[in-house]
């Protein structure tokens, strides 16, 4: 049992250039979701979904997209990167009890 | 949208001392959850306790410990016998009552002193 996993952990960017964030689950939980973490600050949610084919947006969604076309992936996709999208991401899932989050150990995206 | 705000941006504690990290949160909701999450320094979020705010009782484990004032919506933590190994960012986190969406403050800084 991985819990959640993220790939890669660590990625340099270019201005311009797009990258899909993977995310995996295998507890078989519905919600899932994905945050960014600037430098000394906390988690701002960025996309979320409540099950297979539903997703929505967070706080934060501008120059991101997600699907979800399984229970277990939830890939974040990053189009036209901006140094302004320089980050760590986490990804996170929550159960059917729907009381607590499970983390992913995030990945740490720098866009030049 | 709902807001969470820690006021103490880095605080710090004596070894085997206690310390109460405070969180006040603003909603319209009368049900949600609450939660104190630890960041070590490799970033690996880790939830420390929660909160059901249907529950009048405050939530403990070892040696941490939730006063959770409904009315002032103020959700502060309390760690008994501070250890070295508590030295960490704490993020206190709301989770709405519908859609489930999480709201972050910014977080405090804890530093333990030998």
């Known amino acids: 049992n991985a819990g959640v996993t993220q790939t890669p952990k660590f990625r340099i960017l270019k201005i311009g250039q797009s990258m899909t964030l993977q995310c995996t689950q295998d507890?078989?939980?519905?919600?899932m979701y994905w945050y960014r973490q600037d430098p000394g600050m906390g988690l701002k949610l960025i996309y979320y979904?409540?099950?297979?084919?539903?997703?929505d947006k967070g706080e934060v969604p501008n120059g991101y997209n997600v699907s979800r076309s399984t229970t277990e992936d939830f890939p974040l996709r990053l189009e036209l990167a901006a140094p302004s999208q320089t980050s760590v991401y986490f990804c996170?899932?929550?159960?059917?009890?729907?009381?607590?989050?499970?983390f992913g150990p995030g990945t740490r995206l720098l866009v030049l | 949208a709902q807001t969470v705000t820690q006021s103490q941006p880095e605080m710090s504690v004596q070894e085997a001392e206690t310390v109460t990290l405070s969180c006040t949160y603003d909603t319209s909701e009368s049900d949600y959850y609450l939660f104190w999450y630890k960041q070590p320094p490799s970033r690996q979020m880790i939830l420390v306790i929660r909160?059901?705010?249907?529950?009048?009782q405050n939530a403990t484990e070892n040696r941490f410990s939730v006063n959770f004032q409904k009315a002032a919506k103020s959700f502060s933590l309390k760690i008994s016998d501070s250890q070295l190994g508590d030295a960490a960012m704490y993020f206190c986190a709301y989770k709405t009552n519908n859609f489930n969406k999480f709201y972050f403050g910014s977080g405090t800084k804890l530093n333990v002193k030998p």
């Open positions: 507890m078989n939980h519905n919600y």
């Open positions: 996170a899932s929550m159960g059917g009890s729907r009381e607590t989050q499970y």
């Open positions: 909160q059901e705010a249907y529950k009048q």
């Open positions: 979904s409540v099950g297979a084919g539903i997703t």
